[in-house]
């Protein structure tokens, strides 16, 4: 596929059907990631696939308790809005299925001993998180990057074994998607693009 045709269609997926991943195709999107940049060429990332249930169970359960958390106050509000409902019913039902998705990859981060940089730590890793992200398009598999559990990244940790000095920065949920890709709907280029200063705008 080519790379414009997968950014122009790389659509957040939240529903999939529960068909297996082959692991090849599994270790395919990983390799992707880890051909990403990052800073001195450190590579501080290390990637968790879980597709043990129980484990899936835990972590959909820490998930959902941070939708309900963070999103479940506006869902009257959400469901009202017709731009906003699409999106809010499709993230709910990731919230409500997750444990059900055939692979969760966890993008996790070693944050200490920090190095001296300038650069924020996520700048090391979604880069990475791109490209696999990117890669899934590619072979027809759906993805979509998640931050809802991190309500309980401790517990997620502790769970999951990852030991000090490493933080997970992203869950992906991996699967078959149960919904088509693109097109997608964005604010045109031209709305978001400056030149030279803040506020200056061109046509192209």
């Given amino acids: 596929m080519n790379v414009f045709?997968?950014?122009?269609?790389?659509?957040?997926?939240?529903?999939?059907?529960?068909?297996?991943?082959?692991?090849?195709?599994i270790w395919r999107v990983l390799e992707a990631a880890t051909m990403a940049p990052s800073g001195g060429n450190r590579q501080l990332w290390r990637f968790i696939v879980v597709q043990d249930?129980?484990?899936k169970e835990q972590i959909a359960q820490f998930y959902r308790e941070g939708w309900d958390r963070l999103y479940g106050p506006i869902r009257e509000q959400?469901?009202?809005?017709p731009n906003m409902a699409p999106i809010y019913r499709s993230a709910e039902h990731l919230a409500h299925h997750l444990a059900e998705v055939p692979?969760?990859?966890?993008?996790?981060?070693?944050?200490?001993?920090?190095?001296?940089?300038?650069?924020?730590p996520g700048s090391y890793i979604y880069p990475a998180v791109q490209n696999l992200l990117l890669a899934a398009r590619a072979l027809g598999l759906g993805t979509v990057l998640t931050?809802?559990?991190?309500?309980?990244?401790?517990?997620?940790?502790?769970?999951?074994?990852i030991p000090e000095g490493w933080e997970t920065m992203a869950l992906i949920p991996l699967g078959w998607p149960a919904q088509p890709f693109g097109?997608?709907?964005?604010?045109?280029?031209?709305?978001?693009?400056?030149?030279?200063?803040?506020?200056?705008?061109?046509?192209?």
């Fill in 5 to 25: 045709e997968a950014i122009y269609t790389l659509r957040a997926i939240r529903r999939f059907r529960p068909d297996p991943v082959p692991p090849e195709l």
């Fill in 147 to 161: 931050t809802l559990y991190r309500v309980h990244e401790e517990e997620v940790r502790q769970l999951l074994g």
């Fill in 103 to 120: 692979v969760l990859i966890l993008a996790c981060l070693q944050t200490s001993p920090w190095p001296v940089s300038t650069s924020p």
């Fill in 78 to 81: 959400a469901l009202a809005d």
């Fill in 53 to 55: 249930r129980p484990l």
């Fill in 183 to 204: 097109p997608l709907r964005r604010i045109p280029v031209e709305e978001v693009t400056y030149w030279d200063r803040w506020g200056q705008k061109r046509k192209r």
